[in-house]
């Protein structure tokens, strides 16, 4: 006998879908500077170059991560926030943590 298939419900887009294309290329740039980094410590660089490689690598990832972090409290929290106040307080319990993290970082 066949069991039926459950389809999970469509989740609605994240806060960053609108700019999902644009984040990648920021990713792809990112990656690409790592991997220039990689390349500088093959190749037996200058210290002060390579860290000065890592400071924009690492700039550009806090850059990053406070788009998506505004574009979550603009979307998920402010969604969160129309649907019920218990809602919007996981979502900005969550964002609070995220900053934590990024503070930390």
Not at 13 to 42: C, F, N, S, W
Not at 92 to 101: G, K, L
Request: glycine fraction near 4%; include cysteine.
């Amino acid at each position: 006998m066949d069991t039926p298939q459950t389809h999970p419900e469509p989740q609605p887009p994240h806060g960053y879908t609108a700019d999902k294309a644009a984040h990648l290329a920021r990713v792809r740039r990112i990656e690409g500077q790592v991997r220039g980094i990689g390349r500088m410590i093959e190749d037996d660089k200058y210290c002060i170059d390579i860290l000065t490689q890592v400071s924009a690598a690492t700039a550009a990832l806090h850059s990053l991560s406070i788009r998506l972090l505004d574009e979550h409290m603009q979307h998920c929290v402010v969604t969160a926030a129309q649907e019920s106040p218990e809602s919007a307080e996981a979502k900005i319990a969550e964002a609070t943590a995220a900053i934590a993290r990024l503070i930390k970082s």
